[in-house]
């Protein structure tokens, strides 16, 4: 259990383990109270009630029109809520992910709030990587935090050990509720068809705890088995504090943040949330602040 607002860095093996692995179970992680709020604020999140007045930039749901057993996403909540923003723009989420990853700083790409229903429809397992081609380098370092006690039949994440080192694979299959969550990894990647490759590791921890993962790790999740379970994340994709926009690539959504002729990224859309040199984005700690005080 870990404060949100100090840095927090893993150990020797954690970092050896993060390495050969390509991710890193952390059991007890989230403050207890953190857990609370961030569970609080839920369901008004998923109800599209935005305590800053800002909607996140990705909702991929809307009560009564969606399917209730897609999982849920909103991308960017941190923008819509400051509860969410304390945690996922949380100088100990990104000194830790920097630290394993070896890296000088971190701002963020993009948060995610996860919510898989009882029965919920699986993620296509992918390399985080394939969908960065809009920046450079495209890179990313992630911390995963669960909201609920998660078990393999839960339909939690689940990593490929050591598929960080695999070939770099595209963009394939369909992302939400894929009929074989696993297809696009056995079509793309000829390392699961070797005797003993596919080493599927599902990420099994008590509520509050973390798992982080590099951009190029196999992972996705399956159906949610259980229907008296339901399966929350929130999500930092963080990226290198020193990542620029590919002059050539633009990505839908996020390109919009992109000065023109510009390379290099807005802190106030994509905040450092920790460098090693003790910088962090000056405005992040005073509106955070604000969000706590209002
Ligand atoms: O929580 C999940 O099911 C998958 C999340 C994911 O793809 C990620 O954290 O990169």
New binding site residues.
Partial sequence: MSPPGRPLAPTTEQVESYRADGFLVVEDFLDHEELEALRDRWPALFAHTWETGVAPDEVNYTPGVTPPDL?RQLCNAWKADRVVAATTLSVRNASFAARLAGLDGLRIGQD?L?W?PPSGRP?LA?Q?GAYLDWMVPPNMT?C?AALDDTAADT???YYVRGSHRWARSPVGGEFHAPDDWLGHLRSVAPEAADPGGLELVPIEVPAGGAAF?DAWTW???PANARADAERR?V?S?FIDAATRWSPDVAHPVYSRYRRPEEEEMDEAFFPVAWRADGYRSPWLDRWLGAGAAG
């Fill in positions: 999982t995610n996860i898989k993620l992918h985080d992630t995963w339909g939690t994440i993962h992972h996705g999740s994340a999500i994709h």
